[in-house]
């Protein structure tokens, strides 16, 4: 079933000097005990890779060590020992380079900034709009399809409704299904 990773919210991306992009893995939330141990918000472990930038300066933060909570993970940084030392990133976005997080993802996985823009045609190759964003009712994730009368519709992000999804095209395929796009 194809899905999109949910932490990778921000995967449009941003770009440093060097042109490496950025995507948006987690949020350092606040500290956990008193030797510099953060509480992060993510959506998947498997995405937390051993350096990860911090805020907009994309400051270089090197995780030592992870811990799994029930809604968040426990993160300890090299060189942050102290409540006083991770202050400072408390609420700041985490990131990751983009390269090396499409490189993580499963042949049916995708980022979300990756499926926004795309073209959603049906199985015929005819035309029916284009991703306009991804979002997610509890259950699963729906691309939010912009058709060529300006209405959003909503298709559930499921293998038997989203056939293929083709980055190199710029495609998403659907199947003809009677009042899913109007």
Not at 115 to 141: H, I, K, P, R
């Amino acid at each position: 079933m194809p899905k999109t990773n949910r932490k990778n919210l921000n995967a449009g991306g941003k770009k440093l000097k060097n042109n490496i992009e950025f995507v948006s893995v987690g949020k350092i939330l606040n500290f956990h005990g008193i030797r510099g141990e953060a509480k992060v918000g993510f959506s998947d472990k498997d995405f937390l890779p051993e350096k990860v930038y911090a805020g907009d300066e994309h400051e270089l933060l090197e995780i030592t060590q992870i811990r799994l909570n029930k809604k968040f993970a426990i993160v300890k940084f090299k060189g942050i020992n102290s409540i006083d030392e991770l202050l400072p990133y408390k609420g700041m976005l985490i990131f990751a380079e983009k390269q090396s997080v499409q490189e993580m993802l499963q042949e049916d996985e995708f980022l979300i900034g990756d499926l926004t823009g795309l073209q959603v045609t049906d199985e015929d190759g005819a035309a029916l709009g284009f991703v306009s964003g991804v979002s997610n009712n509890g259950a699963v994730d729906l691309l939010s399809v912009k058709t060529k009368s300006g209405k959003i519709s909503l298709v559930p992000f499921v293998k038997a409704i989203v056939t293929d999804v083709s980055l190199k095209d710029k495609r998403v395929t659907i199947n003809k299904i009677e009042g899913l796009i109007e």
